[in-house]
């Protein structure tokens, strides 16, 4: 592990174990973990199928075809949504299937939503870049929104409403604990940006951190703990920010991570779908899980 301030400690044992869970998948994306029933799923995209895994039963396969879905969440019900590339749109699960919540914005179908993080008011905020219309990723397909942007849908569905616009390729977002701040990763400038969120009017914007761009891999998956620290998949690993945006450390991985959720019952263990494996890591720090 890269230490390079003493507050990393705190957070993730220096000797920490990272265990595979489960491997041969083509690109591993988006798990989200039940704290309901124990379990955690997750999107291999180019293989077009969703899986579930848990410690009693292992890995099965889920959803297939899964339309090529990478971020999931769960919503204030349990249900579990989807961000989908091949149908351009999000879905949630219900007791006689799959339905559409969002899927165009002025009349024109939304770009490719990549991923999804629920508020404690109901509302589902969803990135929607590019990524999800290239071939073997959804596409091809194209683009017909003119921006790359993050959205809210409302607690009683309807029309998204565009929170922000200005991305080259926003990617993974959380919510701090307390939800007066939303951060996004852009993929493509190599940072994570903080937005003041009022009423869902977002202000600010400014850059918290850019990442470093040593090794493979970019930034794409975001969590947070209880007391606000980043986490976010990139180059080499997972890197761990301060809510003021001061680089903790790193932690490597021998693959490249895509995303990253909380799971087991205590939300101190991250799961981390990184290309062809599953893996997971005990930490100190306890996560923050809007859905728990």
Sequence with gaps: MKVIQQQMTELVDPHVE????????????????????SH???SDIPADTMYRWDEREGLREYRKPSNFSNGLAYDADGALIACEHRTRRVTRETGSGVETIAETYKGKRLNAPNDVVLASDGSLVFTDPHYGLGEGFGGPAEQEQPVRGVYRIPPDGGEPELLAADFSG??????SPDEQILYVADTEAFHLRAFAVS??????GD?????PRDGDGVPDGLKVDLGGNIYCTGAGGIWICSPAGELLGQIPFP???ANLAWGDDDAQTLYVTASTGLYRLRCKANGHVPHR
């Design 18 to 37: 990272i265990e595979l869970v489960a491997d041969g998948f083509v690109f591993a994306e988006g798990p989200v973990w039940s704290f309901r029933d």
């Design 170 to 175: 926003p990617n993974g977002l959380a919510l």
């Design 40 to 42: 955690l799923t997750f």
């Design 207 to 211: 850059v918290l951190v850019d990442l």
């Design 199 to 204: 009423s869902w009017a977002l202000t600010g």
């Design 255 to 257: 693959e490249v991570a």
